[in-house]
């Protein structure tokens, strides 16, 4: 129960935030704000269609990415992005919305530093079944942001829902260096060309792991030799 909770919380934090920024464009700039709804309207179909399943490809989790961050960029100025992976990564399942609250404090308190601000964001296949997750953002200690590390309800739940997902299984440090603000998050996952039939119904299907002996969390099946 406490995990359902956790998950359902990642929903209307993200709302609350990007509904505000929708409402402080409603009045500087109505078309825009307008745009802004459209583009919500989108992220929210991928989050009910998605949060269903409990489990998304990589390639689906940077779209949603992508997307919140255009949306971010259409309100703050100067502001850049970038999303990079590599050939096999998009092909990996992590569970649903598992990497926006790290995207949007990033955001949050990035910084302008030697004129520019930004985030940049990679994901990687580590060793053993690994999906690796960098996300920098430009930071300034003088900025005043020095709450950084808390990161607020929607950090603390995520980090709360990766140690019920992976208890010990997961690895995720924070550390500021050269005016950027830098997180690391390697967990668990599947390769979908690696796995068959049988076992990727298990990731939509929980209960069938039952008979397989696979541990099942947030609709993602865990192989206990990919940990």
């Given at each position: ?20 920024n929708v409402g402080i464009l409603a009045d500087e700039d109505p078309r825009q704000a307008s745009e802004m709804l459209d583009q919500l309207k989108v992220l929210l ?183």
């Amino acid at each position: 129960q406490e995990y359902a909770f956790l998950r359902k919380q990642i929903n209307p934090h993200f709302l609350f935030n990007v509904l505000n920024n929708v409402g402080i464009l409603a009045d500087e700039d109505p078309r825009q704000a307008s745009e802004m709804l459209d583009q919500l309207k989108v992220l929210l179909q991928y989050q009910f269609s998605q949060g269903a399943r409990g489990c998304a490809t990589v390639a689906h989790e940077v779209w949603f990415l992508r997307s919140y961050l255009n949306l971010e960029q259409a309100r703050i100025e100067p502001f850049d992005y970038s999303i990079t992976t590599d050939r096999r990564v998009g092909e990996m399942f992590v569970p649903t919305l598992i990497f926006i609250t790290f995207v949007e404090n990033a955001v949050k308190y990035s910084s302008v530093v030697n004129g520019r601000r930004y985030v940049d964001v990679s994901f990687a296949r580590a060793p053993h079944g690994m999906c690796w997750m960098r996300c920098v953002n430009s930071f300034s200690h003088d900025s005043g942001r020095s709450d950084i590390h808390s990161g607020g309800l929607g950090l603390v739940n995520t980090r709360r829902r990766l140690e019920y997902l992976y208890g010990e299984r997961f690895s995720l440090s924070e550390h500021v260096e050269s005016g950027e603000y830098i997180v690391n998050l390697t967990i668990p996952t599947y390769i979908e060309d690696e796995m068959p039939d049988s076992r990727e119904r298990e990731l939509i299907e929980p209960t069938s792991s039952r008979k397989t002996g696979h541990q099942v969390r947030d609709g993602v099946a865990i192989s206990h030799s990919h940990l």
